[in-house]
């Protein structure tokens, strides 16, 4: 685990894989999955569906504004440059 990813499974919800950081994130009827990837300083936003079994990759522009900005949030608290959240992959 990197210090970045340590960061980020110190703020609320967020858990660390490895080289990756997760958190869940329900509201309005959509649930999220967020994953930040440190070796590519990237975050990926995915839509969960039905019981939590299925989850596929959404585009940022589909993510609330509200999510967005707590994940950019979390980022800079942990340390890391928020800009990365608008990373295109």
């Known amino acids: 685990m990197t210090d970045a ?3 980020l499974a110190d703020r609320d919800g967020w858990r660390a ?3 990756a950081a997760r958190v869940h ?3 309005a009827g ?3 999955s967020i994953e930040f990837y440190e070796p590519s300083e990237c ?3 995915w839509k969960v569906r039905g019981d939590g079994d299925v989850a596929v ?6 993510v609330p504004d509200p ?3 707590r994940i950019r949030e979390d980022l800079a ?3 890391i440059d928020p800009e990365v959240e608008r990373r295109e992959l």
Request: glycine fraction near 14%.
């Open 57 to 62: 990759p959404v585009g940022r522009n589909t």
């Open 17 to 19: 894989e490895g080289f």
């Open 30 to 32: 959509d649930r999220y």
């Open 43 to 45: 975050v990926v936003y």
């Open 67 to 69: 999510l967005r900005a």
């Open 5 to 7: 990813v340590a960061a």
């Open 25 to 27: 994130y329900e509201g």
């Open 77 to 79: 608290e942990a340390g």
